[in-house]
């Protein structure tokens, strides 16, 4: 075995060609000239680790200069994201249990400071129907929706947000993210968008609507909610059909037009024609008090025998919002990446937002994120820079200055209706069953996080948590037992399953293969599947183990390599590696257990192994 065969892994050298004189003279002038042009020494390294340092601090600066056709489509971009952020904003607000005028607020400063402190040129941030519908669900039993108090503690979660997404940018946390599957992600996204459009059916039909706080309780308020259409106040169930259908019908044959726009604005010269309010008591949003919000701080912090009460009882919730929101933000990045070749930094992008929420909590906002109509909307209109979005929120200042007592007589039951269509595009019923083809556990994940959001209803977070937990539950009894099968030689000389293939094997030197991580987590089974493998093989004098499976080894999986050399040495069997990759063999390498094996030992190549088998 031992004989030719072994190769300790290692690097080959790559031998460049020196060029011709001719070519060699040129090459040199070139150097040369290049270096004599490039500027050095001391000043010019300061000067440029200190512009690099503050492009890291402020990216906004890499917007200039600024062409006048870039401003132009900023221009153009940043006025028609805002038509469809101002009844949005107000719509998502009213989702989150909060005055129409806290959606306008996070809609103004905090869009700007996205922008300015973001990564991507194109990401509209803002009020947005998930993390809308998270916000009740952590603030749902605190307090009542619409009070004083519930405003107060809608800032405090800002605050809270804003802080976990800057601490989890500064330490390069955006690959947290990951922690959440795609299965349990699509199920979520489908149980919340199921929950959001439910949510809004009491203000289609203008009835009360309960609030039971026990396990399913939505689902059984939504069921008594429809066994009262009888009860349904007519007026408001026209103002939100016909709101839907007109939506519907400019998405399906006008979609540049700001649909939801086009149904506030006829909505509201509707209602003030017809008296909505006044003679038929259909709900409106009432009066938007005009002017900028100011910047305070949430009543009640500096009492802190009060505050750290609640804030341990929101910490939990907020992390939801901070990931869940932040996920949303980087399936956007992505799709904007793509298009537009941009170079994004989640790490900063979770900087950018957290600073934008912060700006949410200070000026009477609460929880933003970032929007995929909204910046598809950018993109649409040709956005080159952050500057689409600072004009954006110059155009949402303006509207809280000068035009929210336009918005007085806006029926309540068009925003809802703005809402349902939004959301009822995100639901995809075959995500079970595409996650089911793919790997069966995926499938369930899917299903029972759907499931499990839908009956924790409003508190959706617990939904994901259970998708989370039961996802990493098949991930470690994957990864804990991974199948290690006993090889055979192919006529051609490769290392195949001996059973599936039906191929000899050596009794005296039996072939296994690990396909799996040797970490804590996996050593028993690899050490106990080994052991069971060789009570096969009673004659065996030496066993060979394929390693071209093991892309990572910790601690314990040394240890365990090490004790059944031990083991397998007392039995006067010896131990062979092949194919070991040099993450592994490093570990192995420093902590002594080549030498104390032998190198010799150490096969490079699984082909190699196979000839020596051969033989």
Known sequence: MSQGAAVVPGTSGTIVPFPSPPAAARFVWEQTVRRSRKPTGFGHSVTHSFSAGIRRWLPFLEWFPVSREDLRLDLIAGVSVALLLVPQAMAYADLAGLPAQVGLYAAFLPVILGALFGSCRQLSTGPVAMTSILTAGVLAGLAAPGSEAYINLALLLALLVGVLRILLGLLRMAGIVNVISHPAMGGFTNAAAMIIALSQVNKILGLPRGNSPFFCGFLLDTGRLL????????????????????????????????????????????????????????????????????????????????????????????????LIGFMEVVAVNRAIAIKTRQRIDLNRELIGQGVAILGAGLTQGYPISGSFSRSAMNLMCGARTGLCSVFTGLVVMLTLLFLTPLLHHLPNAILAAGIIVAVT???????????????????????????????????????????????????????????????????????????????????????????????????????????????????????????????????????????LHRRLAEQHIEIYFAGMKREPFAVLERAG???????????????????????
């Open 227 to 322: 066994t009262q259409l009888h009860r349904a106040h007519l007026p408001t169930m026209a103002m939100g059909l016909g709101a839907i259908l007109l939506i519907a019908a400019i998405r399906r044959w006008k979609p540049r037009w700001p649909a939801l726009l086009i149904a506030v604005v006829i909505g509201t010269l509707i209602s003030r024609a017809i008296g909505f309010e006044e003679k038929l008591g259909g709900q409106v949003v009432g009066v938007i008090p005009r002017g900028l919000p100011r910047v305070r701080l949430p009543s009640g912090m500096n009492d802190l025998d009060a505050l750290l009460p609640t804030l341990r009882a929101m910490l939990p919730g907020a992390l939801s919002v901070a």
């Open 425 to 563: 595009s995100l639901v995809e019923f075959d995500v079970v069953a595409h996650a089911a083809k793919t790997s069966r556990p995926e499938g369930a994940v899917a299903l029972v996080t759907w499931v499990a959001t839908m009956c924790f209803a409003p508190a959706i977070e617990r939904g994901i948590l259970v998708g989370v937990a039961l996802a990493l539950y098949f991930y470690f009894r994957r990864t804990m037992a991974p199948p290690l099968v006993v090889l055979g030689v192919r006529g051609d000389g490769s290392l195949e399953d001996a059973t599936q293939h039906g191929l000899e094997i050596d009794p005296h030197l039996p072939a296994v293969r690990f396909d799996g991580s040797l970490y804590f987590g996996s050593v028993a089974a690899f050490e106990d599947s080994v052991l069971a493998a060789l009570r096969s093989f009673p004659a065996a004098k030496a066993l060979l183990v394929v390693c071209d499976g093991i892309n990572f080894m910790d601690a314990s999986g040394e240890w365990c390599l090490r004790q």
């Open 593 to 615: 257990l080549v030498e104390t094996v032998g190198r010799d030992h150490f096969v490079r190549s699984v082909r190699m192994a196979a000839m020596a088998l051969q033989t």
